[in-house]
């Protein structure tokens, strides 16, 4: 035992989370939330009967009832799964967010540029296919509140206060 008093041993100390960061992780979940009420919005098309017998004539493709019922249940189906795998795709990038992982923000970044991408592909596309003219101003809206939403997800994503905080060792580990 020694008379000198000891120092209490430094403790490492978690540094505050930058707004820019905090927004991020919001802006992730709004932006799977748009994800969600898009994909469930357009489900109801695939259902309707008379549109897709005017898509696949608009098509060239015999509309006889088999058709039918195999182009709804394609559609209806890819629907689902798109929604449970791009949901499961948020989640993974949100958690990553939330564990302070730098890897979930570059996959982040990897989808929002595929997905601004595929809205100016749609847009495009649209402007080409004379059924797709019919989508409704709601649809068009959301796309494009979607779009704004993840090029500002995309700023936080690449600004250097947010980088750096993710760069730095997180005493969770």
């Known amino acids: 035992m020694s008379n000198y008093p000891v120092a209490p041993e430094p403790q490492e100390t978690a540094a505050p989370e930058p707004s820019k960061f905090a927004m991020l992780k919001k802006l992730t979940l709004v932006s799977a939330a748009l994800y969600l009420i898009s994909t469930l919005v357009g489900l109801p098309a695939a259902m309707d009967t008379s549109a897709v017998r005017e898509q696949l004539e608009l098509s060239g493709v015999p509309?006889?009832?088999?058709?039918?019922?195999?182009?709804?249940?394609?559609?209806?189906g890819t629907a689902i799964?798109?929604?449970?795998?791009?949901?499961?795709?948020?989640?993974?990038?949100?958690?990553?967010?939330?564990?302070?992982?730098?890897?979930?923000r570059v996959l982040g970044i990897i989808f929002a540029i595929i997905s601004l991408v595929g809205f100016l592909f749609s847009l495009f596309a649209s402007g080409l296919m004379p059924g797709a003219a019919s989508q409704s101003v709601f649809t068009t809206i959301l796309g494009v509140v979607s779009a704004l939403v993840t090029v500002y997800w995309l700023v936080l994503a690449f600004s250097s206060q947010v980088s750096e905080y993710l760069r730095k060792p997180s005493p969770l580990g």
């Open 81 to 104: 799964a798109m929604l449970v795998v791009g949901l499961g795709l948020y989640a993974l990038v949100i958690i990553g967010l939330y564990k302070r992982k730098n890897w979930a």
């Open 63 to 76: 509309a006889d009832d088999t058709m039918l019922q195999a182009t709804q249940a394609t559609a209806i």
